[in-house]
């Protein structure tokens, strides 16, 4: 029952939502969440944390880039079901689709450029 309480409470937040929906387009870093979103980086690393701590999400280091993927489920089934839902729900809905529709614009070498 852990695991399955540990999934859903990651998905009681709505931008825990809103970054799966983003992660179901493509793999992003912590910055391009945070432009995506409006949060403080600070913040959307500890939602981050939460999904990854509840097999939602992984990740990858490549050099100074940390990249954020939907995980494959192996983890925890729920996660695996839950987020083959996902997939699908939220598809219509007006916030969704406005932040999926800004995700072409968002691009890290902009956001972090020195």
Known sequence: MRDFIKVTKALSDPNRVKIIKLLQRRVLCVCEIQEALGL?????SKHLKVLE???LITYTKEGLWVNYRLADGARNPYAAS??????HWLEDDPEVAAMV?????IRR???CRS
């Open 101 to 105: 529709g800004r995700l072409p614009q």
């Open 53 to 55: 701590e509840a097999g």
């Open 40 to 44: 403080a980086q600070s913040t959307a």
């Open 82 to 87: 839950l987020l083959g839902n996902l997939r």
């Open 109 to 111: 070498e902009a956001i």
